[in-house]
T-cell receptor, first 112, second 116 residues
């Protein structure tokens, strides 16, 4: 079955380290998105990509970076510049036509 | 610009009672509207969506929502709550690939508790 795979499910990072979250989809979707979820704040957009080799900053991009070298993959790097990285991160993709979104199961990142 | 406001961060109902979760939106173009459910440490599952067809939208698990343009609302209802409905619910708006590039904008979420 088609879907989005996020890995790992749980991730621990020491302060000052960069860490990369994986997002892979086999839905043949062009558009992909990264969201951050914090309690009581809903989901906030970090980065999005409409097509391979192109991506744009979302509402809270500071301290994060992404790449889109392949259609299937949209990894997110949480850099040491991100002041408060502990959160739940969700990846999503959008079907052509605009109204079909698929979400991964998320990665919970904890800074220790 | 688009935005979503969910009224009430926590809603508590008894099993068998009506569930009503409120959502108001703002959008400069005709919106697509969504309700998602999330269980702890999981991704989002789509309950239903409005994409400019019928204003009363029926979704999974007995949920439905009505799009009211005059009130800019898209409230979620279910006639009779089950214990399994306890979760967090998110309302979201999208411009479906317009100037916002199909980005979903979410409300803050409503945690639904169901009492026996």
């Amino acid at each position: 079955d088609g879907g989005i795979t996020q890995s790992p499910k749980y991730l621990f990072r020491k302060e000052g380290q960069n860490v990369t979250l994986s997002c892979e989809q086999n839905l043949n979707h062009d558009a992909m998105y990264w969201y951050r979820q914090d309690p009581g704040q809903g989901l906030r957009l970090i980065y999005y990509s409409q097509i391979v080799n192109d991506f744009q900053k979302g509402d809270i991009a500071e301290g994060y970076s992404v790449s889109r070298e392949k259609k299937e993959s949209f990894p997110l790097t949480v850099t040491s510049a991100q002041k408060n990285p502990t959160a739940f991160y969700l990846c999503a993709s959008r079907a052509p036509g605009g109204n079909g979104y698929t979400f991964g199961s998320g990665t919970r990142l904890t800074v220790v | 610009a688009q935005s979503v406001t969910q009224l009430g961060s926590h809603v508590s109902v008894s099993e068998g009672a009506l569930v009503l979760l409120r959502c108001n939106y703002s959008s400069s173009v005709p919106p697509y509207l969504f309700w998602y459910v999330q269980y702890p440490n999981q991704g989002l599952q789509l309950l239903l969506k409005y994409t400019s067809a019928a204003t009363l939208v029926k979704g999974i698990n007995g949920f439905e929502a009505e799009f009211k343009k005059s009130e800019t609302s898209f409230h979620l209802t279910k006639p009779s709550a089950h214990m399994s409905d306890a979760a967090e619910y998110f309302c979201a708006v999208s411009d479906a690939g317009g100037t916002s590039y199909g980005k979903l904008t979410f409300g803050q979420g409503t945690i639904l508790t169901v009492h026996p």
